[in-house]
């Protein structure tokens, strides 16, 4: 079933708020919260994550029924990869070195930034290059 293309959008919006707070704290656990969105959203699908669940809930009954779609699949392995960046953060954050934390929290902030403030969606692309290769080589 497809998806409202303005739910991860919203979610990677309030993605970018998060980490950048993150990389202005220094904070582990509000990167762990983070880690743990990332990893309810690759799970469950972005409907699944804390995000999804403000913007079905809060966001999208005020904003009136939507009018594109897309397919889940690619929004969710961008949550796989958010996933992977935060984790790799939150190792730095918590045991070292810093600058790997915040390296990792940076890349995934771009990333998430791109989504929200322009609607490229890095995570999903990388998706659909996977995706191409793999039928190739079948």
Known sequence: M?????G??????VTTLVLALVLIT????????QTLA??????????????????????RPRIGPPTEF?????????QAVGLAF???????FTLGPDWLGLAATGAALAAAFLN????????????LLVRRASVRTE
């Open 70 to 78: 897309e397919s889940p699949e690619p929004p969710r392995f961008a």
């Open 38 to 59: 990332f990893a309810l959203g690759a799970a469950g699908g972005v409907g699944r994550s804390p995000y999804g669940w403000l913007f079905r809930k809060i966001v």
């Open 26 to 33: 220094g904070s582990a656990w509000l990167l762990a919260w």
């Open 86 to 92: 935060a984790g790799v953060g939150l190792v730095g």
């Open 116 to 127: 929200a403030t322009f609607g490229y969606c890095l995570g999903c692309e990388m998706y």
């Open 2 to 6: 497809d998806i409202d293309v303005r």
């Open 8 to 13: 991860p959008r919203f979610g990677a919006a």
